[in-house]
């Protein structure tokens, strides 16, 4: 395919003042300053092993909490996947990977079907790194999944230290995503589903 998977999107709200711009075609670069430098070095990652070009800018409410930035910055995300992937004609839709970390096992599968569903299983014994909470990288996944309108399931299989279970995760999605989005050569210009619509 030749056309250029490439969505930008603005979202202000009282809470968190967003632009973002995704290729998921891309080679993996990143500008990230989302004011939460943990969920930075996420999105770092997120888009160096999905291989997405992805730059993100948010002025949130950060000194409220994290909770607005994170979740609004996944919506964001998610929206910029749903116009760039377009008519979804062609692509393999499904997507898993099993991601280690050190010590953590994270299991993500996604389906681009059109369909808004989060399983989300990741607890670890300590969920703090610094002040950063991981519990928001569930409701980053349930934003991100809710308005990119896919199935996501998340497992951690097993792990303990919260930095290498969140970076699982991020990095989990983003091979799976990775997969999910690529075109399948043999359903060319084919729409991935029986109904006649995605």
């Not at 291989?51 to 995300?77: M, N, P, Q, R, S």
């Amino acid at each position: 395919m030749d056309q250029k998977r490439i969505a930008k999107i603005a979202r202000k709200t009282a809470e968190t003042d967003i632009n973002l711009t995704l290729e998921i075609d891309g080679s993996g670069r990143s500008k990230i300053d989302t004011g939460v430098p943990f969920f930075d070095h996420m999105l770092t990652l997120f888009a160096k092993h999905g291989l997405f070009d992805l730059e993100v800018t948010c002025k949130g409410d950060v000194a409220v909490d994290y909770h607005h930035t994170v979740e609004d910055v996944g919506i964001v995300l998610g929206e910029a996947f749903r116009a760039a992937l377009g008519d979804k004609l062609g692509i393999r839709r499904y997507g898993f990977f099993l991601l280690p970390m050190d010590e953590s096992l994270a299991r993500v599968v996604v389906d681009l079907g059109g369909r808004a569903h989060l399983v989300y299983e990741a607890n670890a014994p300590t969920m703090f790194v610094r002040d950063f909470n991981i519990i928001l990288v569930k409701e980053f996944c349930r934003a991100f999944s809710n308005a990119l309108a896919c199935n996501l399931h998340v497992k951690l299989e097993y792990g303990e230290e919260p930095h290498h279970v969140a970076e699982a995760v991020f990095k989990g999605l983003a091979r799976a995503l990775d997969a999910a989005t690529q075109y399948d050569p043999r359903a060319a210009g084919q729409l991935p589903s029986t109904k006649g619509k995605l």
